[in-house]
């Protein structure tokens, strides 16, 4: 699982990100929001104008989608540091 942040302040409803990844889609306001129902999204909350978004796989669209974004209106980062790595000692 991982985090999407999308900052509406700075979103220009170009929709580069739409066609990356469909769990963006364009709202009445003629900008990107997620769909909450989208398949992949588990979660989605609204402060003011963030969309705060929890997605479950395809992390490579969400980052395609992050990276197309010309005013980087879109944040991809993991939710949470649990990663174990048994490798890592020795
Ligand atoms: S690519 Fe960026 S500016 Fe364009 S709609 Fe998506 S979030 Fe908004």
């Known amino acids: 699982m991982f985090r999407v942040e999308l900052d509406r302040d700075a979103c220009e409803g170009i929709f580069a990100c ?15 929001t997620v769909d909450p129902d989208a398949a992949g999204v588990v979660d989605v909350d609204r402060e003011g104008e963030r969309v705060i978004a929890t997605f479950e796989g395809g992390v490579d669209d969400a980052e395609l989608a992050a990276a197309a974004c010309p005013p980087n209106a879109i944040t991809v980062r993991a939710e949470d540091d649990t990663t174990t790595d048994p490798g890592g000692e020795r």
């Open 18 to 32: 739409l066609v990356r990844d469909d769990r963006f889609v364009e709202d009445e306001a003629g900008l990107a």
